[in-house]
């Protein structure tokens, strides 16, 4: 039954044996070169997947699901961009960086890498609050001058 939902690579006719690999091992590939493209936050993960990152066991797969049809790879990428990003531009060039890098690693190719955008993180903005004076009448700037 495992055998069945393992990818087997095509290999020369004159090879020693069938090479197989799991689709585990597509997320994590694909996983990791997705969240290395400019503009890309963070890939989306679950509950126990955060939880996982929390003890330093990082999920790398997360936010990659593949479907296997009539012997072609499908990619679906679910991904949080940075604010700001041109969405079409990081999209694109997500889709050819997943196919080259499978390609280069597994001699796989992907028929279809569908990009999901779940998301737009924004920078985070500095706290010009002093916390030691909450009550404090004066207002800073945002060079820390009081006004």
């Keep these: 039954m495992a ?3 393992n990818i ?3 290999t020369q006719e004159n090879s020693l044996g069938k090479i197989q ?3 585990e091992v597509v997320e994590v590939i694909l996983g990791i070169a997705a969240s290395q493209i400019e503009g ?3 890939m989306r993960g679950t509950i126990s997947s955060s ?3 929390l003890f330093g066991r990082s999920n790398h797969g997360k936010g990659v699901t593949l479907k296997v049809i009539d012997g072609k790879v499908n990619a679906d990428v679910y991904v949080y961009l940075n604010y700001g990003v041109s969405v079409p531009k990081v999209a694109l060039a997500m889709q050819e960086a ?3 890098q499978l390609l280069f690693m597994t001699d796989l190719e992907l028929a279809e890498v569908n990009v999901h955008v779940v998301g737009v993180v924004t920078e985070k903005t500095q706290n010009i609050i002093d916390p030691d004076d909450l009550f404090n009448d004066e207002t800073p700037d945002l060079n820390g001058d009081q006004s």
């Design 51 to 53: 939880i996982n990152e």
């Design 21 to 23: 690999m799991a689709p």
């Design 98 to 100: 997943l196919k080259e």
């Design 3 to 5: 055998e069945e939902t």
């Design 8 to 10: 087997v690579l095509d």
């Design 40 to 42: 890309v936050h963070q």
